[in-house]
């Protein structure tokens, strides 16, 4: 496993500034471990690989490495 830093850009205040490290395979990993601990209320992950939020919105698509939250993105970088 690598250790990956997760990142937030987007309109949410309580994640503003975030610097989360997490140990994952893959940033893709990363990033959805970190979502599902952090809002697993609106995390709810598809046969198909994407995952939609708790009002049946899309908010990753199967291959993306990030997930879209409140205006911004959750991402994950190798460190």
Do not use: W
Request: glycine fraction near 8%; include cysteine; hydrophobic fraction near 25%.
């Amino acid at each position: 496993m690598t250790t990956y830093q997760i990142t937030y850009t987007g309109n949410s205040s309580k994640f503003q500034g975030l610097n989360a490290e997490i140990s994952a395979n893959n940033s893709k990993e990363a990033v959805r471990k970190f979502y599902q601990h952090s809002l697993n209320d609106n995390y709810f992950p598809q046969d198909d690989g994407s995952i939609k939020d708790c009002n049946g919105n899309t908010i990753a698509e199967p291959d993306d490495n990030y997930i879209q939250f409140d205006g911004g993105y959750f991402e994950a970088e190798q460190i």
